[in-house]
């Protein structure tokens, strides 16, 4: 009456979950949707504003960073009032489905105690080895570490990841307007960018979601190298910049920055960003002493020629580094989450490529259109140049044209302005050069207690360098992204633009304080003030509406059905599926199949739906669906297999398993998913041999499965059928032992107290019996099979009435089991309740019209009954589905000789 599965629950099918349906208890969503995007971002913290520093001026500044500090915190608190729990370990919905996060946070092994730390250092973002041809190759071991944090804290409490993602966002935040203090000097320009900053729509995503964390960690990395490279670069300046004194920094600078990359990939282009700071902004190099490679010849340019080759030789250890552990190939993509990059046509994927950029940059000016996802077909590909897309196109690229060749010509004409200055050993200019500039603003870098730096007289921080500054962030941390150098694994992926916005954010302050002070005395002051509000109040009020649509999957999904139809259609159907509500969800997964035919993911889930409600053939329809458009779908070959086996076609079911087994799971994304599926499907397989009494076979496939079995797949189960397998043999010691072998790997496993029990049974040991059963209800102590089980020992041990007592029990809550109904049926007759036994038998033929035995037994309480003609037809029934069945046709004799004595 209880069969063990092969996974670690109490169900019937070797799947690892707890319904009927073999699949791993997460609803496939058929995405890989995770990026490799590479992003970074970086600035500096000091707060040189271009006046007398004093106390009321400090304040000024802290006041501005308290007051985006605190709208950065606000409008995700705001967005995340409630939590929305669909699991026993309150989980928020929006953390459940979405593939991404369930495979780096709930599946994610590298977030358990029990898991070598020194895992995260060769385990890819979501705990699959690097070199794993399956791995994506998303390399962020210290976002991992963050994550295991929260779970020793909390385990999967959804309140700690989600404050984290606060906190790192109102940090970055601190830290970024401290930075934009040192480039736009001013409290109106330092505030806008701030405040922009703080309440951007498009950082939901990177704060809302919980994976977005990489994003956001990273951004705060970047800000903190940033700083460090220019504390590094002032103390380079000074007179005695050849003393120890400025290593340290610059050590911290490089660490900083491979932390960064080990936060999230496109971080490492900090690097370039610092570059460019010492280049052009602290050594003030013209773009001709760049391409005549006077930066590395020139004695003014020689501290730019220290860092030069400091951020030359790290970049190349990260670089290799990198490339070392994933494996020296890049990751491998399906073609519908990046469709352009399968296009065979060169001038689509040109086209669109070029596209792109300029709708993420429409996306920082405007973000009113967000999405969960952004892949398959929701930015249709650019085929032609017909396309009015083009314009968007020509149009960005000229810009951006404009304002470099804008830049450049600053570059050139202010900077080689100093190129004549003298300039101290360490390679920077020395006081004379003041004078000649005419720079008469402060440095923008400070020593401890604010005061201006005796060494750095001819750097101030000019608009051109913000502009500078602005433009690298913008622009370098976006390239990985790209697809310049290689393709991504998606489309447009908010949370990328999470850094880059900084660029934005420092330019648009820029840009309002050159407007407020030209303004002065003025309406168009206030006109230009009150649009700055009014800009704030509605990121804010976007930010905060768009974090409503992230607490539940539903208002996640639906608000992503005008964007990308099939996936959202695809998700909210398992969103309906969870509540129960399956004409919803049925016609959900048929929305999402009408927008994209082809998603086998959604093919297999609305193959569990049907399954669920019995629609066995439309159930194998979709599950053979499914196989046809992914052939490696070991999931669904696994639930083929258990549907055709319960139609009762175990041959076929067994070659079903046999292929699932030998699948080429190589390169697939989740290879646990895959790898457990394939040990479920050989265990299945040994299961229809078992039931067939082909024992040796049997105990040949369970021996298979538990050579070939992953790490993380429980042997437990495997144990126990093996131990069964012997009992069946009657080799009754061997069967004990790995009855043991499985509580052992297992304490609680209660299939094992269960065989266990039923072999001191054998073995006659009553007491022992029970003893194993009342262990296991220690263990499960609602579990009502080991009630049920408890009453058929005690019908064994002749002890009816506590056997019945049980039994009445169970049977209102259990009357649509097959197995508790015939087996109770048993009991009842064992104890001479002939009425009831028939009752139960009765009950038992109806919830399994083909089940040969239990028209057998109906038949015998007929005829003990002197029912003799339903008796009969009982027996005929018997016979139909089970012909020449010896004790049906001894029983059908006897009645026929019975009824012959009375004629």
């Known amino acids: 009456a209880y069969k063990d599965d092969g996974d670690d629950d109490d169900d019937d099918d070797g799947g690892g979950d707890d319904d009927d349906d073999g699949d791993d208890g997460d609803d496939d969503d058929g995405d890989n949707d995770d990026d490799d995007d590479g992003d970074n971002d970086d600035d500096d913290d000091g707060d040189d504003d271009g006046d007398n520093d004093d106390d009321r001026d400090e304040k000024t500044c802290t006041d501005t960073m308290n007051n ?20 026993p370990v309150n989980i928020p919905t929006h953390l459940t489905r979405k593939k991404c996060y369930g495979r780096a946070i709930l599946k994610n092994p590298d977030l358990l105690p029990e898991t070598p730390l020194w895992n995260l250092v060769y385990d890819d973002f979501w705990g699959t080895p690097l070199t794993h041809s399956g791995s994506h190759k998303s390399y962020r071991p210290l976002c991992v570490l963050t994550f295991r944090l929260n779970y020793l804290l909390g385990e999967l409490t959804p309140w700690g990841y989600h404050l984290g993602n606060v ?11 401290g930075v934009a203090r040192v480039f736009l000097k001013t409290d109106t320009g330092t505030l806008t960018a701030g405040l922009l900053f703080a309440a951007h729509p498009i950082h939901t995503e990177a704060v809302a979601g919980i994976v977005g964390r990489a994003d956001a960690l990273a951004c705060l990395l970047f800000l903190l190298t940033m700083v460090s490279y220019m504390r590094y670069v002032d103390l380079r300046a000074s007179p005695n910049g050849d003393s120890i004194s400025r290593w340290p920094w610059a050590a911290l600078a490089l660490l900083l920055s491979a932390a960064a990359m080990l936060t999230k990939e496109q971080a490492l282009t900090i690097l370039a960003v610092c570059w460019t700071y010492d280049v052009f902004i602290a050594q003030r190099a013209s773009l001709q002493d760049l391409f005549t490679l006077k930066i590395f010849t020139k004695r003014q340019f020689r501290g730019s020629l220290e860092g030069t080759l400091l951020i030359g030789a790290c970049s190349s250890a990260l670089l290799g580094f990198r490339i070392y552990f994933m494996g020296n190939k890049p990751p491998e ?37 967000l999405s969960f996802d952004w892949s398959m077909d929701s930015i249709p590909l650019v085929e032609a140049w017909t396309d009015p897309r083009n314009l968007s196109t020509l149009t960005f690229y000229v810009t951006m044209a404009y304002i470099l060749f804008c830049v450049a010509q600053h570059i050139n004409k202010d900077n080689s302005a100093v190129k004549n200055c003298e300039t101290n050993l360490n390679g920077f200019r020395s006081s004379p050069c003041r004078t000649l500039n005419n720079n008469s603003v402060k440095s923008s870098l400070h020593y401890s207690g604010g005061e201006e730096s005796p060494y750095l007289k001819c750097i101030s921080i000019r608009p051109v360098d913000t502009t500078i500054l602005a433009l690298s962030i913008l622009i370098f941390p976006f390239i990985p992204a790209s697809n310049l150098f290689f393709y991504v694994g998606f489309v447009i992926a908010e949370r990328i633009l999470y850094i880059p916005s900084m660029g934005v954010c420092l330019l648009v302050g820029l840009g309002f304080d050159a407007l407020y002070a030209k303004f002065f005395h003025s309406a168009r002051r206030k006109f230009l003030v009150a649009g700055l509000a ?25 608000a992503g059905v005008a964007v990308n139809p099939a996936k959202a259609w695809g998700n909210l159907a398992n969103v309906f599926n969870d509540k129960q509500q399956y004409g919803q969800a049925e016609e959900a997964y048929r929305n999402a199949l009408k927008y994209r035919s082809n998603m086998a993911d959604v093919h297999y889930n609305l193959g569990i739906l049907l399954q669920n409600q019995n629609r066995l053939s439309e159930a194998i329809d979709s599950y053979k669906k499914a196989i046809q458009f992914r052939p490696r779908l070991t999931v669904a070959h696994l639930n083929l297999g258990i549907m055709t086996a319960q139609m009762g076609d175990t041959e076929l079911a067994k070659k079903i398993y046999s292929h699932c087994a030998d699948l080429d799971t190589s ?4 290879p646990r998913l895959h790898d457990g599926t394939k040990i479920s499907c050989m265990f299945n397989h040994g299961r229809i041999l078992m039931d067939e009494d082909k024992l040796k076979e049997a105990l040949v496939m369970f021996m298979k499965a538990l050579q070939r079995r992953p790490d993380h797949y429980g042997p437990q189960s495997i144990y126990n059928m093996i131990g069964e397998v012997y009992y069946k043999m009657g080799q009754l010691e ?17 299939p094992a107290f269960l065989t266990m029990s039923k072999l001191m049974q054998m073995k006659t040991k009553w007491e022992e019996s029970e003893s194993w059963l009342k ?38 809550v259990m009357s649509n089991d097959f197995d508790i109904v015939y087996n109770a049926a048993n009991v009842y007759r064992e104890a001479d309740l002939k009425d009831k036994a028939e009752e139960l038998y009765k009950a038992a033929v109806k919830l399994k019209p083909n089940e040969a035995a239990a028209w057998m037994n109906l038949g015998a309480m007929f005829h003990i009954n002197t029912k003799y003609k339903q008796a009969e037809q009982a027996y005929l029934k018997a016979l139909e589905l089970k012909p020449n069945d010896k004790v049906t046709t001894e029983n059908l004799q006897r009645l026929h000789n019975l009824v012959g004595k009375f004629h």
């Open 68 to 87: 985006a500090i605190t709208l950065s915190a606000c409008t995700y608190v705001m967005g995340h009032t409630h939590d929305h729990a669909k699991t």
């Open 167 to 177: 906190i790192i966002h109102a940090l970055t935040t601190f830290v970024f307007t």
């Open 333 to 369: 993509f399906a073609p519908s989450d990046n469709p352009a990059s399968d296009s065979d046509s060169f001038l689509t994927r040109t086209l669109t490529y070029n596209y792109l950029p300029s709708l993420n940059f429409w996306m920082l000016l405007c973000p009113a259109v």
């Open 534 to 558: 009014l800009l704030v109040l509605s990121f804010s009020a976007k930010t905060v509406l768009r974090n409503r649509d992230w607490q539940t999957e539903e208002r996640l999904y639906s």
């Open 667 to 670: 390169g697939l994304k989740d």
């Open 734 to 750: 061997e069967a004990e032992k790995w009855y043991r072998e499985a509580l052992k790997s297992k304490p609680d496993h209660l």
């Open 775 to 812: 262990k296991a209800k220690q263990f499960h102590p609602t579990d009502l099979t080991v009630e049920f089980h408890l009453a058929q020992l005690y019908a064994s041990m002749q002890r009816f009435s506590d056997s019945i007592q049980i039994l009445e029990k169970l049977l209102p």
